[in-house]
């Protein structure tokens, strides 16, 4: 294993991430690695979908340690940008990650912490785990698109509220505030409808409201939607909500994020490595919070395809070991 000081980290910075927390900390960032002894190149991601361009450049040119300094969204853009990359192997490329988003969803499995300082130690201790990957493939007004996610993809209701959400975030507004009001706003403009799911080619058809697909547990800053995922086993975990209506999702509130909610009644959950859904209508997306074309969907399992940095073993159920 190469030295840190032999390494050449290329840092992707999102400054709008934490509603302009990335500008901010910039150079408090930049001190930091400095300071560390780490070689690094920063490149900033500018405008929406800037920081597929920039990994999928810098991994076609050779780059091998990723290092994304955002939110949940820079990461899943940095993710889609090494897989389209010209890269003739995915194992070669390792991804660290600095926390400057709001929700920072997908290091809380990962054992992470927001702590610049701490997180920059995890990267130098450099303990490294293959997490599998969400590919989506999505249908809308007859074309296809793809997209690539790493902690959890969302439907219905749950990609409505991150539409919301994106919108707020956009506006510099910041914190917990984002996710309630997102989610009180999102009720009244969304209904429930028909949908169908097949897993693993097993057919489920439910009054849909909103429905979860996790590699990860968390999403919503802190929300456990999906609590049994875990981005190292065989298969995706799936998190089915039938139509629950406004005291259903007021008398759930607390038990979305201790994961306690999925034994209401009208939550089920199940598992598969391919699941396809559906619906009379175009359904609305998201995947790690980044929305997706309204349309019908097949989500698949690419199984321990990306290298990563982590921290705690927690919620991975990990030795500690490096993987």
């Known amino acids: 294993m190469p030295k840190n000081s032999e390494i050449e980290w290329q840092v992707i910075l999102n400054p709008h991430a934490g509603g302009g927390k990335g500008a901010h900390d910039q150079k408090k960032i930049e001190q930091l690695l400095t300071k560390a002894d780490l070689n690094f190149r920063l490149s900033i991601s500018e405008y929406p979908r800037h920081a597929i361009q920039l990994a999928k450049d ?6 091998t340690h990723i290092l994304v300094a955002g939110g949940d969204g820079t990461l899943n853009e940095v993710v889609n940008g090494i897989f389209l990359a010209d890269c003739k192997s995915l ?29 920059i130690d995890i990267i130098i201790a450099n303990k490294t785990v293959l997490q599998n990957v969400g590919e989506i493939t999505c249908l ?4 296809t698109s793809q997209r690539y996610f790493v902690n959890i993809a969302g439907f219905g209701f749950d990609a409505l509220v991150a539409k919301n959400a994106n919108d707020m975030k956009s506006k510099g507004i910041t914190g917990i505030r984002v996710y309630i009001q997102s989610l009180l706003t ?3 403009n969304f209904k429930s409808r028909q949908a169908q ?3 693993d080619g097993a057919t489920l058809q439910v009054n849909l409201f909103s429905a979860s697909i996790g590699l ?3 999403n919503g800053g802190g929300m456990m939607q999906v609590p049994e995922a875990n981005p190292l086993e065989g298969h995706f975990h799936l998190t089915v909500i039938r139509n629950i209506g406004i005291w259903g999702i007021l008398t759930n509130f607390k038990g979305l994020y201790s994961g306690e909610f999925i034994h209401d009644r009208r939550v089920s959950t199940h598992s598969g490595k391919v699941i396809e859904i559906s619906s009379g209508s175009p359904l609305p997306g998201e995947a790690d919070g980044e929305t ?13 395809k990306l290298r990563v940095i ?7 159920g990990l030795i500690g070991a490096t993987v």
């Open 58 to 63: 810098l991994v076609s040119a050779g780059a």
């Open 91 to 119: 194992d070669e490329v390792t991804l660290g990650m600095l926390p400057v988003g709001t929700g920072n969803d997908w290091t809380k499995t990962f054992g992470i912490p927001d702590n610049y300082q701490k997180a």
């Open 140 to 143: 809308s007004e007859g074309k």
């Open 186 to 188: 999102g009720y009244f």
């Open 197 to 199: 799911f097949i897993i």
């Open 216 to 218: 990860g547990k968390f």
């Open 292 to 304: 997706l074309d309204a349309g019908s969907f097949t989500v698949g399992l690419l199984t321990r």
């Open 310 to 316: 982590y921290g705690s073993d927690k919620f991975l």
